[in-house]
């Protein structure tokens, strides 16, 4: 099922696909849908991938593909909409090779998280541009990494952490752990005789365990960003 926005998204694409050959760029979907912000085209965009109507080809910023278009979407022509706003079925779309080119969305940035002991709740109001080529589906928000705790895992201090928002994680995965709902941290997620242990990667730390209630998963990492002084 789709709503209207989605609906209008990849008709929009498709047009541009098979007028020119590359994909409309975000600020392109962006003003073409009306939106706000760059992070909407996002989300549709997730959207739509996580319902294989389209895909993004590897290794490019801005390529996307069309997969398939939903039924009756004829180009050119208004897009159908149900009572409750949405349209379903598919059909089979021409697929159309794009070029690469650049595009940039800015994500929420949170603050500072501790890469060792946890450090107070992160909270804030800022932004950060990312490319859109490392951010998969789903929401997303970047983080500072502050400490040493994880250098081994490739993470340092002063990185930015771009963090897929979700509740839950499997074993040996990177999260971001709310400890007493006071105090964030990232580290590697363990399950042990029925408490939850936080990983460093680093021998100078040891690991941190809680009881299961004390600890709110509250991302998991999806990408680094570093900086060169």
Known sequence: MLTAKQHELIRFIQQRLEDTGISPSFEEMKEALDLKSKSGVHRLISALEERGFIRRLPNRARALEVVKLPENAVMGSPAPVAANDAVSAAIPAKAVAPEPANDIIDVPLHGRIAAGAPIEAI??????????????????????VSGDSMIEAGIFDGDFALVKRTDTARDGEIVVALVDNEEATLKYLRKDAGRVVLDPANGAYEAQVYEPHRVQVQGKLAGLLRRYH
């Open 123 to 144: 909270e804030g109001q800022s932004s950060m541009p990312v490319p859109a080529a490392l951010l998969g589906p789903g929401e997303h928000y970047a983080l500072e």
